[in-house]
């Protein structure tokens, strides 16, 4: 349904001139396929290129090679209009992704923001919509009143969860969706996001660095190293066995479980 | 045997909250203890207010003993006679903790000259030198001309623990040492630090968000809630006799196998109203 | 550091060309005729146009400008039309005389501001911290030549502490000869100790007036970076490691906080040369300020933009030794050069 094929990308650092002062190669000919309902883990130490990979997959930066497909069709080369409707299918949810929202507004102004710029959409569908999205991440009406430093961190990972739904999205991509937060919130939050993966069929594109929490929650997991995949496998299987060195290297770094 | 630091009846506020309600605690020479706790929990307020690093608007009282002598922490000389030679900090934020401007080398020999006084620079240096080969930062005497920026995060962290031992403290206080590295170099920097706390002897307090860094070299662990101190128990204990929320804090975390259940939250497995306490 | 100070030679040369052509084309875009100015009303148009082609006027823009920055650089200043003495013996008394006010000014300034800065910083209460804090407040309120006028009441008319506004120095005290016109120099160099005093005497006053604006923004700017440098986990870990608060302060703090303060330093210090006019008004100061604003007035060419040349090259200068002590305090700065 939701697939990158071979992308890779190069971030260059340029002298003054515009000659390539150094390349790092963030993504070499990476392939992932999400099916509905499935959630894909990619997790790596930082530099290993994992976010650039999210980025991509959004279309927030451009891949230098290979192609985005959604529902089979090539979408790489979209922009503007064209590219609105992958843009509500696919939504992003950051680490405190209600954190970076203007600290001047309301919940609910900072909900109603995406739905007016999709435009074509009434008063009333508006309610609606944020009604219904509120429900679904577990948040009482009277929070839409408050404004983001008013909450908890797991609160507004929630209305982060809550902005991305809105649009009634097939994919969410988490980029350390948890990361930030405390481990009682952080099983809260986890819980929530596999309830509405069942709810609605949701499928995932999980980015993190922390290796249990990714044991947990993906179905398959894309271990990164340095822009390159090391390994790509089940869950279950990647942790009794992992075949690739490094695999082997980060779970043994992880710390014991008490 | 007495405690190498006995906590007694802290109590710190800030403004109108109060971070930590009557704690007392004692920390037996050699002992190396994890405090864990949420972010709330008064954790690292512990640890600063411990060596009288805490802003100036805080409110303490009760009394820490170090060495079965009270700390002063309002009398800035004295404490400064205690922190670095007596008392090791290392600070959670491997960028942030050293100026940019200064060179590992001088971030050294300055700690070294805080705790001993009338040292030549000459000692200084060699000081450094040699804290930084325990650490096991390799070719140390050229790196120490070099700046913090030109260190990875996880030598920088090894940095400031050489920067902690090099005043020869007998008790090492780890706020959050390694939550800011990745996973592979944690276990580098944990192995590093529970390697000199061995060979030297020293007491630690770990204070992490993490039971299973703890696990990795704590024998104790004390266990924050609220500005409480909930559980102290032997960390091989920690099953046996442990809080709710000890216990909640455990569960909570995903463990293999897992795949495909919910995890159990903590509002579900305390008992009812126990978050009131 | 060479990559730096070489790229900040080719940008600072191309900032003083780009000042020079500014300059150039404000006067002549100013309506009027230099050469009727010059003569008067009721000179001969033939004369007019023979001055005209004298003073160049009459040749194309292209070759105006280059004969402007050829002669600048050679030394050949031209002539001032409306005084009729050549430039450089013009601004030869003039320019010194401003840049020793301003020098003064800027080093009161400077150091008041550091050390006011570190005290509040270190000791916050109500005088270490408020007072220096109501003053420099107080400094960016305060017009410069009333606050001139008001230093001349105190200081003269009312205790008769310091000189009134008689310039440099008194009538009867012959001024030192000497290699660079600023009388406080000069009298050193000759080892003349008493006009030395008599010349700081009379410096005083013109430059804590002048100096007070430059004090309130750079006090301003170092108590805030030291205010947000000392939340800095750095300054924590420092005490952690057994330094003093008052060590922290100014081996660990005030090397963070002071490079903003040394780039505003830059820009201030050119601005002091260039905004100096009312207060050499007030206090008499034969200063090149009142001679280029005559020459604005008079579209006397030539003194306007020597005078705006030299600023630049002095600004050009400043800010270059700016960048060099900044980019040794702060290593980054030196690799951000190229």
């Known amino acids: 349904m939701f697939e990158l094929r071979n992308v890779s990308k190069t971030f260059h650092k340029r002298g003054v001139f515009g000659q390539t002062l150094s390349e790092t190669h963030a993504v070499q000919d990476i392939s992932l396929n999400l099916e509905k309902g499935k959630t894909i883990g990619v997790i790596g130490e930082s530099g290993s290129g994992k976010s650039t990979l999210a980025r991509i997959a959004l279309r927030m930066i451009d891949a230098d090679a290979g192609q985005v497909l959604f529902d089979g069709q090539d979408i790489s080369a979209l922009r503007g209009k064209a590219l609105k409707p992958f843009r509500q299918q696919v939504q992003p949810v950051f680490q405190d992704s209600a954190g970076a929202l203007d600290p001047r507004l309301t919940i609910e102004q900072t909900l109603i923001e995406p739905l007016v710029l999709r435009g074509s959409i009434d008063a009333s569908e508006f309610r609606d919509r944020i009604t219904a999205s509120m429900t679904s991440v577990d948040l009482p009406h009277d929070y839409l009143e408050r404004r983001p430093m008013e909450l908890s961190g797991g609160q507004r990972q929630r209305i982060g969860i809550a902005r991305a739904l809105l649009m009634e999205p097939r994919v969410l991509v988490l980029d350390e969706p948890v990361s930030a937060l405390d481990v009682s919130v952080q099983a809260q939050i986890l819980n929530l996001l596999l309830d509405l993966q069942e709810q609605k069929g949701l499928s995932f594109i999980f980015v993190g660095h922390d290796l249990s929490v990714a044991e947990f929650f993906c179905d398959d997991i894309l271990v990164m190293y340095l822009g390159e995949a090391k390994e790509f496998e089940d869950s279950r299987i990647l942790f009794q066995d992992p075949k690739s060195d490094y695999a082997k290297q980060l779970i043994a770094s992880m710390p014991r479980v008490l | 045997m007495s405690g190498l630091l006995d906590i007694k009846n802290l109590e710190v506020g800030f403004g109108a909250v109060t971070a930590i309600k009557g704690i007392s605690l004692s920390l037996y020479r050699g002992t190396r203890m994890g405090i864990v706790g949420e972010s709330g929990s008064g954790k690292s307020t512990l640890g600063l207010a411990t060596l009288g690093l805490l802003p100036d608007f805080a409110r303490c009282s009760g009394e820490v003993l170090f060495d079965g002598t009270a700390l002063h922490w309002d009398n800035d000389m004295a404490m400064a006679g205690v922190r670095g030679s007596r008392i090791g900090f290392v600070h959670q934020d491997p960028m942030g903790a050293f100026s940019p401007v200064h060179t590992i080398g001088t971030h050294l020999t300055r700690a070294y000259l805080s705790a001993h006084p009338g040292a030549s620079k000459a000692d200084a240096t060699k000081a450094a030198v040699d804290r930084l080969d325990e650490v096991e930062i390799t070719d140390a005497k050229s790196r120490l001309r070099h700046y913090p920026h030109e260190y990875s995060g996880g030598m920088r962290q090894r940095v400031m623990i050489a920067a902690a031992l090099i005043g020869n403290p007998e008790l090492l206080i780890a706020d959050e040492p390694t939550t800011a590295l990745d996973v592979t170099t944690q276990a580098a920097v944990l192995r590093v630090m529970n390697d000199v706390i061995e060979a030297r002897g020293m007491g630690l307090i770990l204070i992490t968000h993490d039971l299973g860094v703890v696990a990795e070299i704590c024998s104790e662990v004390a266990v924050m809630y609220h500005g409480e101190l909930i559980q102290h128990v032997p960390v091989d204990q920690i099953h046996e006799k442990a809080h709710p929320y000890t216990e909640a804090l455990l569960k909570a975390r995903p463990r293999p196998g897992m795949r495909g259940e919910r995890l159990p939250t903590i509002a579900e497995l305390l008992p009812e109203g126990w978050s009131d306490v | ?338």
């Open chain 3, 1 to 338: 550091m060479t990559s730096l100070i070489l790229s900040r030679l080719v940008s600072s040369f191309i900032a003083l060309l780009g000042a020079a052509l500014v300059a150039f084309v404000a006067l002549r875009l100013a309506p009027g005729d230099a050469a009727r100015l010059t003569l008067g009303a009721f000179a001969t148009d033939e004369a007019v146009a023979a001055l005209r082609s004298e003073m160049g006027l009459d040749q194309s823009i292209l070759t105006q400008f280059y004969v402007y920055i050829r002669d600048f650089f050679t030394g050949d200043w031209g002539r001032s039309y409306a005084l009729g003495e050549p430039v450089r013996s013009l601004l030869g008394q003039r320019f010194p005389a401003t840049l020793e006010l301003g020098l003064y000014a800027f080093c009161m300034a400077f150091v008041s501001a550091l050390v006011l800065a570190l005290w509040g910083a270190h000791r916050k209460g109500p005088i270490s911290d408020g007072v220096p804090k109501a003053l420099g407040v107080l400094a960016l309120g305060v017009p410069q030549f009333w606050f001139g006028l008001v230093l001349l009441i105190v200081g003269f008319e009312m205790t008769g502490l310091f000189p009134g506004p008689a310039g440099r120095l008194p009538a009867t005290v012959t001024p030192p000869a000497g290699p660079t016109g600023m009388y406080t120099v000069d009298a050193l160099l000759h080892g003349d100790l008493k006009t030395f005093a008599t010349a700081l005497h009379h410096l005083f006053l013109p430059a804590l007036a002048l100096g007070l604006l430059p004090f309130g923004f750079l006090y301003r700017l170092l108590r805030a970076n030291l205010e947000d440098v000392s939340g800095a986990p750095f300054a924590l870990v420092a005490r952690a490691h057994g330094q003093s608060r008052l060590r922290v302060m100014v081996a660990t703090l005030l090397p963070n906080a002071i490079i903003p303060m040394l780039t505003a330093s830059g820009l201030i210090f050119g601005q002091l040369l260039a905004g100096s006019v009312l207060v050499e008004r007030v206090y008499n100061w034969p200063g090149a300020g009142m001679l280029v604003t005559q020459g604005v007035l008079q579209q006397d060419y030539a003194v306007v933009q020597v005078f705006i040349l030299l600023s630049a090259v002095i600004y050009i200068v400043t800010n270059l030794i700016v960048d060099i002590v900044a980019a040794s305090i702060d290593p980054r700065l030196a690799k951000g050069g190229a």
